[in-house]
């Protein structure tokens, strides 16, 4: 199992860890974890090796990648290049290692990591992983598996469905809750026991892969399950979902994990979930930091996507933080939607000013990137300069009061060039990464490409 990203990032992934424990499940199956190293250059002419028992990776029989998102495709190049393989599907050989992938990107487009892999496995893949093993490794040829693989109804073979992708797995409920097998000290989320407390959201978020529309909304884990789940050496307990503070029980579940001494981490909070109970249990679980999302910049905007965070409820989150002793709130955002002015940056100016009087605060920015199969699919980058200039203007306007961080354009103009691309932009991305990866030689390859879609693209970023 090969992440694409360095071991920090893939050890802290709950999808990448699940199918690692569930291989396990089956005797006869060992897996081992390779990942992306933290230093490339230092790595040349060593192969990629497993942690386990620091195998080439090029000597297993399947090699298996988790993609989160598109920026991770890089990472797929590289994996596969330091494991001695052409990157390219049809470029390897019989005898080269079966290629599957799966991840998170399955969710809205795996299009441009088509070309780098022999199948990729859409959606939840808690059991269609077992069915696809079985099959790979109980078929005679790579061209055999692949034609057993595209009979699944949610295995992608692009060499057999060329672009057209199958619906994504969910898996049976019985299956739930994905929990780690292995703690690492290594990993920002250190020392956690990650487990999942719910799967899915019931939210309508327009421009987000995991809203209710994607594999029936949320699916709930029992509070005495999760409980009953964690060792009782863990120190701390990562509750991961992408709605998880929806959770019904959220907050006696945090309790209780406070009365056992143990810290509590959460994937997300919304700021309409927020009360003084959920707080002073957060507090006691060793938050220091109070970190939600409002998305976006204006209450205008906020509507426009559904977006269900109100004034009313960040003001209440900031009052709740600063009245259980947290030392700041932080707060998630992206410029660059649909429709946004100026009058709506200038709206975060007032708001964030309002609110860094309540609590010290912190805002992390992200540009919109537009992904497939969610309401918002296909509309437009801002542009790189609209980006940076609204940057520019809510630093100018919150300089000294509110601490920025924010992700870089050029590199989200990359994410959503892929995100909206096809086999043509993974084999332009490939051509990005052999010329060095910068921004620069995205911007070369995605502009070489022959369609009029990068050239419009590209028109936003001059
Ligand atoms: S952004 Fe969050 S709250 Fe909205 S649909 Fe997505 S997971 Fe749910």
Same mark, same amino acid.
């Given at each position: 199992m090969v992440y694409p990203s360095p071991y920090a990032a893939g050890m802290s992934s709950l999808g990448f860890q699940q199918i690692y424990r569930r291989i396990h499940l089956n005797p006869q199956r060992v897996a081992e974890r390779a990942f992306l190293p933290d230093d490339?250059?230092?790595?040349?002419?060593?192969?990629?090796?497993?942690?386990?028992?620091?195998?080439?990776?090029? +000597?297993?029989?399947?090699?298996?990648? #988790?993609?989160?998102?598109?920026?991770? &495709? *890089? /990472?797929?190049?590289?994996?596969?290049?330091?494991?001695?393989? +052409?990157?390219?599907?049809?470029?390897? #050989?019989?005898?080269?290692?079966?290629? &599957? *992938? /799966?991840g998170p990107l399955t969710f809205s487009n795996p299009l441009p990591l088509a070309p780098f892999v022999d199948a990729i496995l859409m959606g939840e893949a808690d059991e269609t992983a077992e069915q696809a093993l079985d099959i790979v490794f109980g078929t005679s040829s790579k061209e055999e598996a692949k034609r057993e693989l595209a009979k699944l109804p949610s295995c992608f073979v692009p060499e057999i469905h060329g672009t057209e992708l199958p619906a994504s797995a969910k898996c049976a409920d019985a299956l739930l809750p994905a929990y780690a097998a292995i703690r690492t000290p290594h990993t920002e989320l250190r020392d956690m026991f990650l487990l999942?407390?719910?799967?899915?959201?019931?939210?309508?978020?327009?421009?987000?892969?995991?809203?209710?529309?994607t594999n029936g909304g949320m699916r709930i884990v029992p509070k005495e399950t999760i409980l009953g789940l964690i060792p009782e050496d863990a120190p701390r307990v990562g509750l991961v979902g992408a709605a998880v503070s929806d959770h019904p029980k959220i907050a006696e579940i945090v309790e209780a994990l406070a009365d056992q001494g143990r810290g509590v981490g959460l994937s997300s909070l919304r700021p309409d979930r927020l009360n003084d109970r959920f707080v002073a249990a957060l507090k006691r679980a060793g938050y220091r930091t109070l970190t939600t999302?409002?998305?976006?910049?204006?209450?205008?905007?906020?509507?426009?996507?559904?977006?269900?965070?109100?004034?009313?409820?960040l003001e209440k989150a900031a009052q709740l933080a600063r009245a259980h002793g947290m030392k700041r709130m932080k707060l998630y955002m992206m410029v660059g939607l649909p429709d946004e002015r100026d009058e709506d940056i200038d709206e975060l100016v007032q708001f964030g000013t309002e609110l860094s009087k309540i609590v010290p605060l912190s805002l992390g920015i992200a540009p919109f990137v537009a992904k497939r199969n969610t309401p918002l699919d296909g509309a437009d980058f801002a542009g790189i300069k609209v980006v940076e200039g609204r940057l520019k203007r809510l630093r100018r306007g919150l300089k000294g009061r509110v601490d920025l961080r924010a992700t870089s354009a050029r590199w989200a103009w990359v994410e959503y060039v892929l995100a909206q691309g096809g086999p043509a932009e993974g084999r332009a991305l490939l051509d990005a990464v052999r010329a060095g990866g910068s921004f620069r030689d995205y911007e070369r390859a995605f502009r070489a490409l022959p369609?009029?879609?990068?050239?419009?693209?590209?028109a936003v970023v001059a």
């Open positions: 490339i250059e230092a790595h040349r002419g060593v192969p990629l090796f497993t942690y386990e028992s620091l195998r080439p990776v090029g +000597d297993f029989p399947v090699l298996a990648l #988790s993609v989160a998102f598109e920026l991770e &495709l *890089a /990472g797929v190049v590289q994996v596969l290049e330091l494991s001695g393989l +052409d990157p390219l599907a049809e470029r390897r #050989s019989a005898r080269d290692p079966f290629v &599957l *992938a /799966g999942e407390a719910e799967r899915g959201c019931h939210r309508q978020c327009q421009y987000c892969v995991m809203r209710r529309s999302a409002s998305d976006g910049s204006s209450q205008r905007l906020r509507d426009a996507m559904q977006r269900k965070a109100r004034e009313r409820h369609d009029d879609r990068p050239r419009r693209r590209l």
